[in-house]
Each structure stands twice: as C-alpha cells, then as structure tokens.
C-alpha cells in the first residue's frame, strides 16, 4: 500500500514550452502533497505544499506563475513548469501524505520523480 | 525551526557487515517523528523506517533499526547485514510547520562486495 505515481518520469522539451507533471496516490486519498526540487547529489528542496480544493502554498523564492500547481482530487495532483528554460532543468519529486491522524507524524510516501530536462 | 544534521557525506561499509548512519536533530517540539528514507540512483524516495518521540522502543523494520537517543538528539540508521542493493542516498527528516518535511543533507552509502 502507499503507492505515488508519477508521469512522466522523463522529459526533454525545448526552451519556451510548457511541461505538465503528473502525481498520484494509487491506493489512498491524500488531502496533502508536496512538491520537491533536487539537483544532484543535493537534498531535496520544498517547492510547494499542494491542497485539495485550495491554491498551493509556496515556498519563499519560488515563482507561483512559473510553477503552476493543481490539486484537482484527493489523488492527483499536477506541476507545470510554464515557459521553461534551460535552469529549470532538474528533478521533481512529488510525495503524497498518508493521513493517520497523528498529525505531524504522518507518513509522506514519494513518486519515482521527473527528470526534466530543457534544450 | 526544525533542523537536521547529518555529519558524514559519504560511508562505504563490506557486503554483509552493519553499518550505522548518523543523524541529530534540533527542535523545540516535545512531540515529533523522525523518518529515514532511501534514494537509490534510480531518483525515487523510499520510505525506510519512522520513530516517534513519545515511542518507548527504538523502531525496527527488517534489517533496519534506529538507535534512537532522545536525550542525545540523535536517531542514527542501523542497517544490518549490509546488501550490494543497500548502495543509495539515505536521508534522515522531521515534520516542521504545516507537516513540511525537514530533510538533512544526505549520506552516500556505498556497499563493497
């Protein structure tokens, strides 16, 4: 159980497009996720906190217009990356939290993440 | 604010043999969870083992069990029997505000055979 998908697991697109990332939990309803930045062999850096029904929270730096975040249901959630450039390229990692009702203590499982490249 | 410190960037360890991976902590939350997680090459986070502040025994899950030292801040990774496969990044976190995971730098373990 716990399973977060993520689509695609790679992409490479031209300077000035739009790219669409997919999370889901296939195996439980997740009112939170969250979306993370890594370059490599980095930590992971928090993008954005991502509610069902609600607009994402941003992080301090990080650009909501560019880094459109959708929690459309409590098993999907999508990043675009609009007009992206070459410095967006990097890995994203999405994680979907499994409620226990413990609060602080609940468990956030991890998609396969995207490695997004731009040319 | 939380924070989480792990001090070694890289440890090689013999197929086999245990190895234990260090992590402190600093909050001043008197209940709090610390989650250890595995990123091998491949980019996905797998979720490794968890402890509770309030949990009377150190967590175990399979091969791995954490060494937890309240008094210390510390809930160091005990991996056991080590496997050519154990070859990842390990990260050790902490909730913070708003359930946002606070994750430590990472330690590159590399398992010889």
């Known amino acids: 159980g716990a399973v977060v998908s993520q689509h695609p697991s790679r992409v490479i697109c031209k300077s000035g497009t739009s790219v669409k990332i997919e999370c889901r939990s296939l195996d439980f309803q997740a009112t939170t996720m969250f979306w993370y930045r890594q370059f490599p062999k980095q930590s992971l850096m928090l993008m954005a906190t991502?509610?069902?029904?609600?607009?994402?929270?941003?992080e301090q730096g990080v650009e909501k217009d560019k880094f459109l975040i959708n929690h459309a249901s409590l098993t999907l959630s999508t990043l675009t990356v609009t007009s992206a450039h070459p410095e967006d390229s990097s890995f994203y990692i999405c994680?979907?939290?499994?409620?226990?009702?413990?609060?602080?203590?609940?468990?956030?499982?991890f998609g396969p993440g995207t490695r997004l490249t731009v040319l | 604010a939380q924070k989480i410190t792990q001090t070694q960037p890289g440890m090689f360890v013999q197929e086999k043999e245990a190895v234990t991976l260090d992590c402190t902590y600093d909050t001043s939350d008197q209940s709090y969870g610390l989650f250890w997680y595995k990123q091998p090459s491949s980019g996905e986070m797998i979720f490794l083992i968890y402890q509770g502040s309030y949990d009377e025994q150190n967590a175990t899950e399979g091969r791995y069990s954490l060494n937890f030292q309240k008094a210390r801040k510390s809930a160091n990774l005990v991996i056991s029997a080590s496997q050519l496969g154990d070859s990842a990044m390990y990260f050790c976190a902490m909730p913070g505000y708003g359930n946002k995971l606070v994750f430590g730098a990472g330690t590159i373990l590399r398992v010889k055979s």
């Open positions: 994680s979907a939290q499994l409620a226990s009702g413990r609060a602080r203590t609940d468990t956030q499982y």
């Open positions: 991502s509610n069902e029904g609600s607009k994402a929270t941003y």
